[in-house]
């Protein structure tokens, strides 16, 4: 019984309780230094040419923090994995300054994916499956970390590049 409400508990305090875990982890594992940003690219490598190069399969950070709450909270089942937001991430890159850093990145992005859509707009409903799409960007920005983002919703980066490939090619023509 106990297990199934500290679940569920751990269940309703996500991002919050990654959050207050933040620092510990930090303590434990240390710094990651922007490596989760690099993970996507290195794990994508064939593994025979990574083991040639010297390169191995680098721990994603969703399983390190999987891994702490399976290891030092107390009731926390093994059902599942805890996912990352990007404050977590940003943080666990390199602490505060990582949230800056994290968060001028994402506003950038956000600020590009707003002018994009309402260029998409003026250009009629035949790009309305677009800007729906680009609009779960949003999703994949604030709640999966790099390596789930691109691993789990290449389809909405490619769709910012089509966005962008579209946009160009009006600007040009017109």
Partial sequence: LIDN????????TYPFSNLLSAQEMNSLYGLRFGLDYLVPFVNIIPRRFSDVVGLA????????????????????TGKGGVPNDIITVAFRQFAFLGIMIGGSIAGILLKYLDNAIEKLNRLGGEYSQLIVTNCMVVVVLLFLEPYSAIMAYFHIIISLFLTRSILHIKSGNS
């Fill in 5 to 12: 409400l500290m679940s569920l508990i751990n269940s309703f």
């Fill in 57 to 76: 399969d680098i721990d994603t950070l969703y399983y390190i923090t999987s891994n702490y709450y399976h290891s030092y909270v107390a009731g926390f």
